[in-house]
């Protein structure tokens, strides 16, 4: 365990509130402000917060922050938690909405959509509203769904609807994994580095026991809200399934190819990744490599 000369208690820390943030969060021993990504990140950019698990789109937009390296929220394949929900044809869907809480998965239905040649109307909803599903009364519309929400929806109406994974048609597009989320650090924060790798043992903890993480998360401990339980057998599978927790060089050539896409496709300004060799750190993550981080990255 790493000796830690920050205070966990003044450390200033947020996590998105989806069961998919619990293996990284589980056991932090201070106080954590739980939001939705996009809450979370215009928190982080105005300093409110000092280190946030958010959209990696932020990084993509505002890449002042350093990334706590070889961690991650992503999926190399379907991610289960990123769909689009329809009744007819996708092809022929005519309108989707949007939802707010993360620009990451916006942002990338935007660039599939474009790659692929698909042109519904994307409707933005204004702010998010917990539960709402709106735009599913139709054949000829859709409604971008994530987090617990969609995990919600998919439980509940698995015979009613159909589901387009966007991990799933990324990697089959792309071929790489797709990078939902990074814990981002602000640029001034002292002991960064320390930080960091306490994060990663966190990580590392939390994965060495996640028969312990399901547990908790079935019955609801350390929730923060109301959270209905789970099933024990599909978050074995999401967790060992659908979610992957590195960030290796298969994740970093994954999030450079979404900011050449987002540049193409005019939602970002040109956005060159570069990860140099500069720090280097041994991993506990069965198949990852030891990481190859930027001068942003810790």
């Not at 589980?26 to 954590?32: M, P």
């Not at 990451?104 to 909803?125: I, T, W």
């Not at 060089?249 to 040109?270: I, P, Q, R, V």
Request: proline share 4%; charged share 25%; net charge negative.
């Amino acid at each position: 365990m790493t000796d830690h000369c920050y205070s966990v208690n003044a450390l200033r820390i947020g996590c998105v509130k989806y069961f998919n943030a619990r293996p990284l969060i589980r056991g932090w021993s201070g106080e954590v402000e739980f939001d939705h990504p996009s809450a979370l990140c215009k928190r982080l950019a105005d300093g409110e917060l000092d280190v946030a698990l958010v959209s990696s789109f932020e990084f993509l937009r505002n890449p002042i922050y350093r990334i706590v390296d070889d961690v991650s929220i992503s999926s190399d394949g379907p991610v289960y938690s990123v769909v689009v929900a329809h009744r007819g044809d996708f092809s022929e869907l005519e309108e989707i909405e949007l939802d707010p809480a993360s620009e990451s998965a916006v942002n990338l239905l935007r660039c599939l959509f474009r790659e692929l040649g698909f042109k519904p109307r994307l409707l933005q909803r204004v702010a998010y509203v917990s539960g709402t599903v709106t735009k599913l009364s139709s054949t000829s519309s859709g409604q971008l769904l994530i987090g617990d929400q969609a995990i919600g929806f998919r439980q509940e109406h698995a015979g009613e609807f159909r589901f387009w994974d966007l991990g799933e048609h990324w990697k089959k597009l792309i071929g790489l994994p797709f990078v939902y989320a990074l814990w981002l650090i602000r640029p001034e924060l002292a002991d960064a580095k320390s930080i960091a790798q306490r994060l990663r043992e966190l990580r590392n903890e939390n994965l060495a026991n996640i028969d312990d993480v399901i547990a908790d998360t079935v019955a609801g401990v350390g929730d923060a809200g109301q959270r209905k339980e789970l099933n024990r057998e599909f978050l074995v599978r999401y967790y060992r399934k659908y979610l992957r927790f590195g960030f290796g060089e298969e994740e970093k050539e994954g999030l450079k190819t979404f900011a050449k896409l987002c540049a193409k496709h005019g939602l970002l300004e040109k956005c060159d990744l570069g990860f140099d060799p500069v720090v280097t750190h041994e991993t506990n993550i069965q198949g990852a490599p030891p990481g190859c981080v930027a001068l942003q990255l810790l």
